[in-house]
């Protein structure tokens, strides 16, 4: 069984045709999927197709573009939907300073409160990093004693030497279409380090859509792609892979029930 550890169906581009989509998935094999939140609102939209739809579950959270206009009514919503039989992360929070950095600090604060609300319910952090690692890593080593339940770099696209530091922190590092993309040698060498039993699969649906399927609508019917680019880096076969991802989502994600 696949997993897509990180995608989001309320997106317009997938919402419209949610059931196809779970159709979809559930005929490649895909079991698990954990559909993500950005904001107060579609963190309630994820959990309620969380509720709909077998085998799929959801994280609560504040993503770092999404800080700007957020308030603390939307943190203690986030706190109210991570008590959700279904909520299996935080997430996802983080920090991006790509499009705008004026918001720099409040990204910060935001980063760290919702950090701190993962380690009080006990749920692993679902973690979106760009163009701002250094001040991530930072944070994430001055809260490493909040990180019991663990977490997860999303869609991870720093050097190897940085995932050695966050393996030391107890994060799993995930991989979805950026692996699969013949400019993404960084992303690859990263994929042939990381220990077995510390590497996610996701797709960022509807984005990075993975090769062959690059530059189309993203589905979570498409994990099985990432999951064989991963075994060929790697030198192994796709069901090792299939099988560990299984095994690592188990245990960092502890209130999935399959
Ligand atoms: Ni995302």
Redesign the pocket.
Known sequence: MFVDS???LDDEKLKGDIEKVVAEFKAANVGIVID?G?DAETSEIVKEQAERFNGVYFAAGI?PMDVKDARDADLDKIAELAAHPKCVAIG?IGLDYYWDKTFAEKQKEFFVRQIELASEVKLPINI?IRDAMGDAVEILKGNADKLVSGGVM??YSGSAETAKELLKLGLYISFGGTVTFKNSRKAQEVAAIVPINRILTET?SP?LAPEPKRGTVNSPKNIPFVVSKLAEIRGTDAGAIETAVYNNTLELFKKIRI
């Open positions: 990180h995608c989001h993500i950005c993503h996802e979106h999303h869609c960022d984005y």
